[in-house]
């Protein structure tokens, strides 16, 4: 009988390391595919059999063949091929792709989703319907991202989805809402005193043109035109011991206006504007009531003279002010030099051009363009005025933002709709010096029209102070636009995707816009290698492998996505090799077992004769 058990050992030797051949076999198979993970065999004694006892008790036990335990999957990241496309992704690290079969839905026999599988292999094109699909035609899966104007960052939207291109093939005109503008106006420039007329160059020193974006997307050139004006008279500092009165003389009849900036203490310290009518001679302003205890301010003044019914700015008529403790402090030149600015649209451009006569229609004191929506910016802030230091550093910006009213942009009734633009020159010297920092977006509601309000923040809330390096200058060089940039677009169309190591996927526009549409997500197992293998390098869910547990790319262990590559095979052919002479000679000392115990039968079966 064990004769014959010799000969089934032998067998179950031959069949397990045939097995384990055809494991090597489909190794080397595919030591060329995609994102292929090597397998490997274990081998197990099989139970064995106790044909006696020793004399000392322990039983004499015989084996009865080899059996296998386990294919096992070598779940190691491959290499990396470089590809041409863009759509080509590998994982540089732990995670798959999680795909899905639009054809199909429900639950498979093991409870599991039959349409959702788990692949490495990212070879992925857009098809005919817009989907980002592999060799297969299964969906890439992820989340659709939009733009949060409240937080001023991209958002994901609703649950995960497939990932779809057809509705962002087209991307909707943007209008221009902000204009960032850095330039320097020459210092030395002349003082223009000729009244300002847009239409006129010999009125203004410098202009410069700015392209924008209607709701419609038609672009429109906006001139805006710098003048320089005269001069002001310094700023001085007063103590705040709570006493403190101001003597002014002026020279004649005039009305005065102060504003008192803080210069320390808290944003809760607002700049205080004070007008004096009607007075001649000196004069003592006592301010007690305007000023905190501990708290010094600058002061700056305006005085207008009333000449023929007309009230014109003439700041030389004040020829001193000094506090009664004999605190007096000149800060600093208040304005080395003071820009007006003006924005100038043609009228044929704007729905209510006709009710101007000149051939363009500007700027601040036009309806056409007006402070939008009511808004007030900072005590201090003169709207259309940039006022700089004797370094030439931008210290007051007056820039509330405009309302424009485009030709053709108007609701179903025909009501123009209102297009806001602020212009934003740069940060000025300090923490109340620029007015833009008042000012944030409002997103309107309506799909056709969005984004085109602002509102009045806090003008004093600055949680910092500015350097001025990244404003307006006016320095000794030739007048000139040193930055521009602005957030509105025109109509354009998908021209290329790009997809980053977080698994964002970007469109960029014929129209020169970015935008960012889905997050790729990736499904990590606590035993991946218990995944089903179903085919075409797709894997599904087991009970042993665990649920699914999605996430972006990056986070946590999951590894990073690679564009324009794919990932190799992890087969390591020599390995396989020196496997497979192994086996064979397994395979062949099995073979000799049961020739030579064939031959042991024979001899017992010739015993009868």
């Known amino acids: 009988m064990s004769i014959l058990q010799a000969m089934f050992s032998g067998s179950s030797a031959l069949i397990n390391f045939g097995e384990a051949m055809t494991v090597i076999g489909n190794n080397l198979a595919n030591a060329n595919t995609t994102s292929f993970k090597a397998s490997t065999t274990s081998f197990q004694d099989v139970l064995m059999q106790t044909v006696g006892r020793q004399g000392s008790g322990i039983e004499t036990q015989v084996g009865t063949g080899v059996g296998l335990s386990a294919v096992s999957q070598d779940m190691a990241q491959g290499s990396f091929t470089p590809s041409a496309f863009v759509t080509d992704l590998s994982i540089d690290g732990k995670g798959f792709f999680k795909v899905k079969d639009i054809t199909t839905d429900g639950i498979n026999e093991t409870g599991n989703r039959k349409d959702i599988f788990y ?157 004096y009518d009607n007075i001649n001679g000196k004069f003592d302003a006592n301010i007690s009531n305007l000023l905190e205890d501990g708290i010094r301010y600058a002061i700056s003044y305006k005085v207008t003279e009333n000449v023929a019914g007309v009230p014109t700015e003439n700041n030389t008529l004040l020829s001193s002010m000094i506090g009664d403790d004999n605190v007096e402090e000149v800060i600093g030149e208040k304005t080395d030099g003071i820009w007006e600015w003006h924005a100038v649209v043609p009228s044929s451009e704007l729905t209510d051009s006709t009710a101007d006569t000149s051939s363009t229609l500007t700027d601040l004191t036009k309806f056409a363009m007006t402070k939008a929506g009511g808004a007030t910016g900072s005590a201090g802030y003169t709207s259309g005025r940039l006022e700089f230091d004797s370094a030439g550093r931008l210290v007051n910006e007056g820039s509330t933002p405009l309302r424009v009213n485009f030709l053709g942009v108007e609701d179903a009734s025909g009501t123009a709709i209102p297009q806001d633009i602020l212009f934003n020159f740069g940060d000025a010297v300090g923490a109340y010096g620029d007015s833009t920092a008042d000012y944030q977006l409002v997103h309107s509601t309506d799909a056709n029209f969005p984004s085109m309000q602002y509102e009045a923040l806090d003008p004093n809330d600055a949680s910092a102070t500015n350097t001025g390096a990244l404003g307006s200058r006016s320095l000794a060089l030739e007048s000139s636009l040193r930055n521009f940039s602005q957030n509105g677009f025109s109509t354009g169309y998908l021209d290329q995707l790009s997809v980053s190591n977080e698994g964002i996927v970007s469109a960029s526009y014929t129209n020169g816009e970015t935008k960012e549409l889905y997050q790729i997500v990736l499904a990590d197992f606590k035993d991946e290698a218990a995944l089903e293998q179903v085919g075409s390098n797709l894997y599904q869910e087991t009970l042993a492998s665990g649920p699914e547990l999605i996430n972006n790319p990056t986070v946590g262990r999951l590894g990073g996505i690679v564009s324009f590559s794919l990932e190799n095979s992890n087969v390591d052919m020599s390995t396989e090799f020196v496997r497979m002479i192994s086996i064979q000679r397994g395979f062949q000392a099995n073979s000799r077992i049961i020739t030579v115990t064939d031959g042991m039968l024979e001899e017992l079966i010739a015993l009868k004769r």
């Open 119 to 275: 692949t490495r292999a990212g070879g992925f094109k857009k098809n005919n319907d817009g989907d980002l699909v592999n060799a297969g035609g299964l969906v890439l899966r992820g989340m659709e991202l939009a733009y949060d104007p409240v937080t001023d960052e991209t958002i994901e939207v609703g649950n995960e989805k497939n990932i779809n291109f057809d509705k962002f093939e087209l991307a909707s005109p943007t209008p221009t809402t902000q204009i960032n503008m850095s330039v320097n106006l020459k210092s030395d420039d002349p003082v223009i005193t000729i009244p300002y007329d847009p239409d006129n160059a010999a009125t203004y020193n410098h202009s410069s043109p700015a392209r924008i974006f209607d709701a419609q997307g038609n672009s429109h050139l906006i001139d805006v035109q710098f003048r320089k004006l005269a001069q002001e008279s310094p700023a001085t500092a007063v103590g705040g011991d709570g006493n403190d009165t101001i003597s002014f003389t002026l020279s004649s009849i005039a009305n005065v206006e102060l504003t008192f900036t803080p210069l320390n203490g808290t944003a809760a310290n607002q700049p205080i504007v004070k007008t």
